[in-house]
């Protein structure tokens, strides 16, 4: 049996020393988002974050903002570093000179909404809050993703046999049930229902969000072995 292999960036790979200046590689003065990678790498290396506030500085790096309207004054950047051998991504909250690391620490989201004051008004500011959540908390070195249909769940070409068996059946038992996340208001806060795809896994997160943007989840997982490509 042919093994579909996905090879996901791990945060200490190879290709991603350096210091928290970026080193020789870094490009200072030259690009107009310069302070504001400096002023997130400095926050970063005061908590120890060593490694990932290089990143955030290294030429070559991609720093691009995450629509967030519910957020009054921090902003969240997605890191992007592909020239090594192992692409990285990073997720990272900044507020002025605080900043924290969102990858894997959906703590970190939720003192960037306390930190910010957040206001969640509604169920479409809830449904792009929850989102974002997900995706900026999901843990490296694993393929996820959100999916909002059950034909985005990318499972391996040309599979036969058993694996084809199992992906039809997956097909056919959630195709009434997944799609988009979307909230809905409940008690003081939104109940928002979501469908992950995490490593082999499909997930059901069913997230509470409060008012004050303070995000609660409970992972449901629904099918464990999918035969999707799988990470290493």
Same mark, same amino acid.
């Given at each position: 049996?042919?093994?579909? #292999? !996905? #090879?996901?960036?791990? &945060?200490?790979?190879?290709?991603?020393?350096?210091?928290? @200046?970026?080193?020789?590689?870094?490009?200072?003065?030259?690009?107009?988002?310069? =302070?504001?990678?400096?002023?997130?790498?400095?926050?970063?290396? =005061? =908590?120890?974050?060593k490694e990932e506030a290089s990143i955030? /500085?290294?030429?070559? @790096?991609?720093? /691009?903002?995450?629509?967030?309207?519910?957020?009054?004054?921090?902003?969240?950047?997605? !890191?992007?570093?592909? =020239?090594?051998?192992?692409?990285? *991504?990073?997720?990272?909250?900044?507020?002025?000179?605080?900043?924290? &690391?969102?990858?894997?620490d959906p703590k970190a989201f939720t003192?960037?909404?306390?930190?910010?004051?957040?206001? #969640?008004?509604?169920?479409?500011?809830?449904?792009?809050?929850a989102r974002l959540y997900l995706e /900026?908390?999901?843990?490296?070195?694993?393929?996820? %993703?959100?999916?909002?249909?059950?034909?985005?769940?990318?499972?391996?070409?040309?599979?036969?046999?058993?694996?084809?068996?199992?992906?039809?059946?997956?097909?056919?038992? %959630? *195709?009434?049930?997944?799609?988009?996340?979307?909230?809905?208001? *409940?008690?003081?806060?939104?109940?928002?229902?979501? %469908? #992950?795809?995490?490593?082999?896994?499909?997930?059901?997160?069913?997230?509470?969000?409060?008012?004050?943007? +303070?995000? *609660?989840? +409970?992972?449901?997982?629904?099918? +464990?072995?999918?035969?999707?490509? %799988?990470? !290493?």
């Open positions: 049996m042919i093994a579909w #292999v !996905v #090879v996901v960036a791990l &945060l200490g790979a190879a290709g991603c020393a350096g210091d928290a @200046s970026g080193g020789s590689s870094s490009a200072p003065n030259r690009r107009p988002d310069e =302070q504001v990678r400096r002023a997130i790498a400095a926050a970063l290396a =005061q =908590q120890g974050r955030v /500085t290294r030429g070559g @790096s991609r720093l /691009t903002p995450l629509p967030a309207p519910f957020l009054r004054s921090w902003r969240v950047y997605q !890191v992007d570093y592909r =020239q090594g051998a192992h692409p990285v *991504r990073l997720h990272v909250a900044s507020g002025g000179a605080r900043a924290l &690391l969102l990858t894997g003192a960037m909404t306390e930190a910010d004051g957040t206001a #969640v008004a509604d169920p479409a500011a809830a449904t792009a809050l /900026t908390t999901r843990p490296p070195g694993k393929l996820t %993703y959100i999916v909002g249909s059950v034909d985005e769940i990318r499972f391996r070409p040309n599979i036969t046999g058993e694996a084809a068996r199992r992906r039809d059946r997956v097909i056919a038992r %959630y *195709r009434p049930d997944i799609a988009a996340p979307a909230a809905v208001a *409940r008690g003081k806060g939104f109940a928002v229902t979501a %469908y #992950v795809v995490r490593d082999r896994a499909l997930e059901r997160r069913e997230l509470t969000v409060a008012r004050d943007g +303070k995000t *609660r989840e +409970k992972v449901v997982t629904l099918v +464990k072995d999918l035969p999707v490509p %799988y990470t !290493v």
